[in-house]
């Protein structure tokens, strides 16, 4: 009896049954994983505002006043008034001043609208805050919620785990 080389098709069935498997359960792990350090680069970017915001109101030009942008995305005027270079096409930055003096700046995700990351001010000198969807505040230690983890860009569990 002369045998072949080759697979049957009851093996190749198999493969390609154990592949579609593993492609199920990695993809979607993926896109958090590519969601996360959008987000992840977000906060990096408002911690950059933030700090680009002490200096402002320090400088003697800006008359002890925070840099107030206008509506939608205006990252571009941001970046000239703070002198920054930040470049982010996954979120739109908004900051707003109020008085006190404080301000507000704002990333909101173009492509998922619940995932809002804030960093706000009271004074030029007030710890850096983080404010979450859902209003969680990270990055204070004596804050309302001084367990979440500040290193995480949102408590949102498809982009941050606990």
Known sequence: MVRTKGFTLIEIIVVMVIIGILAALAIPN???MIQQGQATAARGNLI???NAQKNYYLNPTTGGNFYNSATGNDLTNINAALGLSITDINFQYTCATAAGPSYT???TNVSDATLILTVTSGTPNAPNMIVLPGGVTCGN???ANPGCNPSCATNI???CPN
């Open 30 to 32: 993926y896109n958090n």
């Open 48 to 50: 950059t505002i933030y």
């Open 141 to 143: 230690p004596t804050g």
């Open 105 to 107: 700046c704002t990333a």
């Open 157 to 159: 569990a498809g982009y």
